[in-house]
């Protein structure tokens, strides 16, 4: 496809009717979390859309959001959107290497100056910049040096929108988010670990479709997807207001598919849309399998006091603190009290002379 | 696996969401009935517990009509018992759900052939019959 | 770190230390200070029941006074039933007195948690309206009394407000809950709120002294 033709023409060419056109816009405004009567506008928008170059870097990540992202779709739909862009780098999927990948990215750089989408997974290394490279170069020179010209930034991925695991306790490489180290481009932050599929091509078809990054969130998310906590969602959550809760992984609570609030779901302190728009394409997510929400899509959610403890446990150390100032409490009422006496007497010695 | 299924799970479940949309279709049948406009439903946008998705397929129903359409892999376009409340059903080309749609509507607007591939199929036929 | 993380981590660590540290402090601090010695002839009596007996005699009105303290004993007696059970049987408390104690025990549906919560706020903010206006009440209380009721009274507001998910996002809500339970428990072993700590030995300390010398306290 010519970068200029529109994705109307090109469908067109693929042999793709106009009702089958019809059909993808309504799978992708539904993709979008449009409202089904946007439809139109969608399939009107994106006829006449121009493909935009993409650009995708992978930097301290374990490259599940790609994977992630490769398994949710197979032809049509999800895929096309993967064709109606221009992916012009991506380490995982890309067939050139070396010398001739690097070349390729500067090559869709210098031609798409301004106009390209710069798709970012994994964390980037600032305690020493050369814990992660790629081509000699580092993740901060190489994120620096390609946000440049960017259009926008999508950070993908809690790595890269937060600092995800790499971020978490002690952080020995000293990762940071994206949003941490380009402050002069606009950043949509799809976070999760990995994001929802859909979530991820719905940000793409969302500016594929308008051309703007969509209405973002105080962490800078799509609000269309994580507008809402899991906990308000959540279909266990008449179970949660009757007081009924699974103690165990296994006991009869679990089995009937009660709450696991008790079991340190993180819930209520969640913004995605696993609730509603599932994995797997709809199969299903981690509470309807009987594990709690881990808070993936969180920051720090690796640090927030352990997944198995509930929410209003807190994290707020251990009892032999609190033994220890119970036993300084003991110590200052004994000796208070032993003062206080002694005072007493003196006071009584004074008055008998 | 046998051991997996040893595991009793019985999960009672209920979002309560399937009496509410079934409201709003009697809602949106009788502004159809009254010559106003159709009504598209997104079933990917309610949550539904496990089972309440079936539950609700089974209370629609299959009515007269059903429809196959090939285009971008298979959609199945089907009348429920209740005329004019049509469930729709998008696969991609490999078998997998994209999207689930209830449109209230006399015909689904998928069915009906559109502007763009009439005006194709007419230059096809033209060239057809100059040879 | 965020209003959450400080009031579920560090604020929360500190509220717990001067608590634990206060109340140990005052309430050891008072059973020291007694005399060892009661220089008066025992009477014939058993300590342990006379203690015992002064805590529940205690619990309700002497005869002559009823009629007339009924509304004070009424509504005292509302105000602490609904505290307790909206602090002790909400699933997500107990959870938290399971981490500082070591055992829980079982909860109550969170709509009755919700009412009991609600009747609790409406009785304090009755009683605090007519500490404010009786003119012997008012004569009497002093900042100690205010700042006792108002720790309490936001600690049960935001409670509310958090569990309905009214007013911001939820993470916000927690977070000023945790902290306005955090201003109580160290507020707590300062004023007037140790009465909850103080009162059953009290008693029980009254009766049997009193038994020794042959009186009912």
Redesign the interface.
Known sequence: MHKDQTLGEYLRLQGVSRRGFLKYCSATASLMALPPSAAGLVADALAAARRPSVIWLSFQECTGCTESLTRSHAPTVESLIFDAISLDYHHTLQAASGHGAEDARLTAMEENAGKYVLVVDGSIPIGNPAFSTIAGISNLDMLKETAANAAAIVAVGTCAAFGGIPHANPNPTGAVSVSEIIKDKPIINVSGCPPIPVVITGVLAHYLTFGTIPELDALGRPAAFFGQ?I??RCYRRPF????Q?AETFDDEGARKGWCL??LGCKG??TYNACATLKWNEGTSFPIQSGHGCIGCSEP?FWD??GFY?????????N?D??LG??A???A???G???A??ARKKKAQAAEEV | MSSLDAISVNVEAETGNVRPLLHEIRHALKRLANGEDGTVIDLRRLPLAPGEEERLDALLGKGEVHAEVDALGPTGVQETLYPGVWLITHCNAEGTTVARFIEVTRVPELLMSQQEDIDAGIRRLEKELEN | MTL??F???PG??WA???F??????????????LSRKDLTKPREYNSVAAGVGAIISRSAPAHAFEKSIRFQHVTGYAWHFALFISVLFF???I??F???L?FSWP?????IILVTAAVAVAVLIALLIRRATHPVQRFISNADDYISIFVVLISLITGILAFA?VGAR??TL?AIH?LSVEVMLIWFPFGKLMHAIMTMPARYQAGTAFGRRGIKA
Do not use: M
Request: overall charge neutral; aromatic content about 12%; cysteine-free.
């Open positions: 906590n906990h308000d949660y207001e009757r007081g809760f609030y008790k209520p302190t720090d927030k006091g403890n509930a929410l209003s446990v807190g994290n707020w150390g009892r603190a609190l100032a119970a300084a409490g003991a200052l009422g004994v208070s009290a032993i206080a006496r | 959450l993380e009031a579920s981590g929360l660590q717990l230390w001067i634990v540290f206060g109340v140990v402090w005052r309430l050891i601090g008072a059973l020291f200070l699933a997500p408390h959870l938290f399971e981490s500082v070591g909860h109550l549906p969170n709509t998910h939820y993470e927690l945790l």
